[in-house]
């Protein structure tokens, strides 16, 4: 690439999602380029093949005979240090600017314009991030449907099916919460629905997607929707108090996700237990696209 013909210097943000990536190109104030395509290729577990990957990304989307002086990425699964680490370098290499990458859910405080705070998303799946004093990367969640993401959608109905087991195995009548989840998962009996989760070919993705059944149970009534909800509220705000006890500044959280800000019932369960369990924290949807929150990186570091 030739040096950049703008004015200003030409930074880049990236914001590298599950399905979907997202690309933004400011020199000043003058948008450069806005460019949304899918992430497939996207390889974070391979530093040589993700930079490569990001190279031809900003390669192909930004106009011909242009250079940018920083570029910064938000990741899908960037998750270590050294995992972001050896991506950068390996990226650096490739274009030859100054480049920063972190995991996707650490553009969201940046994209507010704070320097501080904490950023949990509540999908598909769930996560809580944010910095130490001295600018040390914390993580909590964010493990998957087997095993953790409380309060995403896929950890919504492993613990609805687990509710509704639990009631079967009390001999209670079936609620609507269970009527809801037999046609999501077109089974005929609440036995079967240990057969459906076992058979997703990928859990987050396959359970995630009939989270709508649990809420519109807990619309309709189910006490055992409701508590699901509830439960998922509090794990959520649990997700914070940990980034606090682990000594992160969490006064400002920035909340995304598009299970937590899409459905107001989780939401306010989530900002009511954060408010007993961290008083000083103050949630705030995030109103702008995350990557904004790369561009400012980018910005950084020119």
Known sequence: MQDSPFPRPLVVGIDVGGTKTHLRARAGDESIADHVRPSSGWRPHD????????????TDTLPAGSRPAAVAMGGHGCETPRQCEEIRSALEACLGVPCRIV????????????????????????????????GSPVQVGGWGALLGD???????????VRAVWAAHDRGEEPDELTKELLVAFQVPEVPALGGALESATAPSADWGR?????????EAGSSLAGTVIAEGGRSLAALVARLAARGVPVDDVVVAGSTVLAQPVLYDAFVASL??????????????APVEGALAMARSLV
């Open 47 to 58: 530093p040589v093949a993700a930079a490569g990957w990001l190279a031809a990304l900003v």
């Open 103 to 134: 995991g996707d859910a650490e553009l969201l405080v940046p994209a507010v314009g704070l320097d501080r705070g904490a950023g949990l998303v509540a999908g598909t799946g769930s996560v809580a991030v944010g910095r130490l004093e001295d």
């Open 150 to 160: 409380e309060g995403g959608s896929a950890g919504l109905v492993r613990e609805a």
């Open 210 to 218: 009939h989270a709508p059944a649990v809420f519109a149970a807990a």
């Open 275 to 288: 408010a007993e369990r961290v008083p000083h924290a103050r949630p705030r949807h995030l109103d702008v």
